[in-house]
Nanobody, 121 residues
C-alpha cells in the first residue's frame, strides 16, 4: 500500500505559477498527475514513465506544466506556469501504473486526495 499526499495548491491569478508536490509513502516507479472538476471524469495532465521520461497527456498544458521527481525523497512535483482560468481543478497524483495506457485513470493503483488549484482571470 502506498499513501500519496498532495500539497501546494492555492489561488493564483491568471498568468501566474504554482508548484504542486506529491509525497509518497514508498518508492514508486511510475506516476501521473490528474485533475478533476465537479461532475467530470478525472483527466490526466502529465505522466512519469518507467524509463524516467515524462509524457504529456493534455494538449492544453503542453509547454506550461513540467513534471519532476526526487526519487530519494519519494517526492513528485508539478510545476505549473502561465496558468489559465480553465485550469481550475482539484489536482490529484496517482502512482503505480498497472496498465500500459499511462494517461488512463484506470491504469493507476494508488491515489491521493488532491489539492485545489484556483486561477482567477
Amino acid at each position: 500500500q502506498v499513501q500519496l499526499v498532495e500539497s501546494g495548491g492555492g489561488s493564483v491569478q491568471a498568468g501566474g505559477s504554482l508548484r504542486l508536490s506529491c509525497s509518497a509513502s514508498a518508492y514508486t516507479r511510475t506516476m501521473a498527475w490528474f485533475r478533476q472538476t465537479p461532475g467530470n471524469v478525472r483527466e490526466a495532465v502529465v505522466a512519469w514513465l518507467h524509463n524516467n521520461t515524462a509524457a504529456d497527456c493534455s494538449n492544453s498544458v503542453k509547454g506550461r506544466f513540467i513534471i519532476s521527481r526526487d526519487a530519494g525523497q519519494n517526492m513528485w512535483y508539478l510545476e505549473m506556469n502561465r496558468l489559465k482560468a480553465e485550469y481550475n481543478a482539484m489536482y490529484i497524483c496517482a502512482a503505480y501504473r498497472t496498465q500500459p495506457t499511462f494517461c488512463d485513470n484506470t491504469s493507476y493503483r494508488y491515489w491521493g486526495r488532491g489539492t485545489q488549484v484556483t486561477v482567477s482571470a
